[in-house]
């Protein structure tokens, strides 16, 4: 199996293998065990992209949907720049 790494993708990870593309977040509790959680397989390395795009934008609350779609275009567009 092989990965994609970037720091563009943070906590996160692309595993790929010959049948998908594998979303991947590195997760860090407060025991500072570092474990793997599987977002989910995907069939394009632009649909893994997109979950972990949609999952980045889970991790704190917006004031309004405004600031959602805008914060959500700049990392799309930051993956679209340097991955597609």
Avoid: W
């Amino acid at each position: 199996m092989n990965f994609i790494k970037d720091p563009i993708l943070g906590d996160y990870c692309v595993q790929i293998d010959e049948y998908n593309y594998t979303a991947i977040r590195t997760i860090t509790p407060e025991s500072g065990i570092k474990y793997d959680h599987t977002i989910g397989h995907y069939d394009t390395l632009g649909r893994a992209l997109k979950k972990i795009a949609d999952n980045m934008m889970k991790d704190r609350s917006y004031d309004s949907l405004k600031e959602f779609i805008t914060e959500y275009d700049q990392i799309t567009n930051k993956f679209i720049k340097n991955f597609l």
